[in-house]
């Protein structure tokens, strides 16, 4: 299956950073349409001129360019100084328009992303609607000029049945963020802490124990601690429903 497939055909793939073109040349073979967006004019340029098949090339900064409508997957070999961001992109774009991205990153980076160094801010609060795997490695012998560490490829996918509504991202990492501000070793002590604003009972309603370490804590278990913590505004009740 191709990621186009996986994906569903109706995403556009967007290329961040393609360079000379060495990943583009053979993403341009599965006949889906690509957009290459390089920052750098002289690549930019060398691409345009092959004249690939399925390919628009854009000369612009991928952070600040503005994205296609619809469905989107990403590729790219990212720079190492702006992974995150560019990561961090295509993320807030939620679960609907990103569907699938493939990334080359450094190898410790990747490792962080999924969960070698335990949990982290990034990771709790994006994890509700994305899962962040780990693909195929490459020696840094294979790129020129060598980087200074090996390099491996982050897939991320957005989850088919997200942890949270979407609608509710910016409560929900705000949420995250306050408990790893509290820089406090377990759950229940950073409860304790945020208690003036979050209540003393919160964690009450969690199926989590309050020994359990900030860093350990799941996916599942952030979410069940913001649903326990933070209850879905009211819901509005029709006049009709009222009677
Ligand atoms: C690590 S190189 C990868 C080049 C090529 N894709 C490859 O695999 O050989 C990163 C590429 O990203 C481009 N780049 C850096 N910052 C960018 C940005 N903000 N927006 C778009 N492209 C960017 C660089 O000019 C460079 O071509």
Sequence with gaps: MTGAESAGNDSVTVEVGPGAGRIT??????????????????????LAELELPNLTVVNDDFTTWPLPDGPLRFIGNLPFGTGTRMLRRCLALGPDRCREGVFLLQKQYTRKRTGAYGGNLFNAQWEPWYTFRRGLGFPRQEFAPVPGSDTETLLVRSRPRPLAPWSRHAAYQRFVEDVFNTSRLTIGEAARALDRRAGPGWLRGARVPPGLRVKDITAEQWADLFHACTPPPARRISPQRRR
């Design 25 to 46: 040349k053979e993403l341009v073979r599965d006949g889906h349409p690509i957009v290459a967006v390089e920052v750098d004019p002289h690549w930019a340029d060398r």
